[in-house]
């Protein structure tokens, strides 16, 4: 294939032959090398138009998953598990969402790592004792100086 063609013919057959030279070696789409790649049904990816058409269909779902999460951020709903819900859409046909869901994984993981560090865990722990310290001295001077009155009346009957 000449990478300078701009002959659409080619990039098929060039498909279809690493297709082809795949299954001879008795390996499926995601089995090859770093498991990139689309996991469309291999009668789907065999017809360039249906594919298209799945792949449209799945960034649709996707986008409506995703958009759906951003809109439970603000609001009551678990958003960030509903967008990453949306990204592993993407990440069954999409290349760059199986690529950015790798980066959150190894981030995540490198997180939860550090977060497990006897070292971090101690100076977490410092500095919690120290914030509640100081939000009880804040709120033990405001009852001193102003006394436990509720912002409202309530009248005995």
Not at 35 to 63: D, N
Not at 81 to 110: D, H, N, P, S, Y
């Amino acid at each position: 294939m000449n990478t300078g063609s701009d002959e659409p013919g080619e990039v098929i057959v060039a498909a279809d032959k690493a297709r082809a030279d795949r299954q001879e070696a008795g390996q499926t789409g995601h089995e090859t090398g770093d498991g990139l790649g689309s996991r469309a049904p291999e009668f789907i990816k065999a017809r360039r138009l249906l594919h298209l058409s799945w792949q449209v269909g799945v960034f649709a779902v996707g986008l409506t998953v995703v958009g759906a999460g951003v809109v439970m951020l603000p609001l009551p709903g678990p958003g960030w598990v509903v967008i990453f819900g949306g990204m592993a859409i993407w990440a069954t046909e999409f290349v760059w969402a199986q690529l950015v869901l790798r980066w959150t994984k190894r981030k995540v993981t490198e997180a939860a790592q550090r977060a497990l560090d006897p070292k971090v865990r101690r100076r977490n722990i410092t500095l919690t004792v120290i914030g509640l310290a100081i939000v009880a001295v804040l709120v033990g001077i405001y009852v001193w100086k102003f006394g436990l009155v509720m912002p409202w009346k309530i009248k005995n009957q």
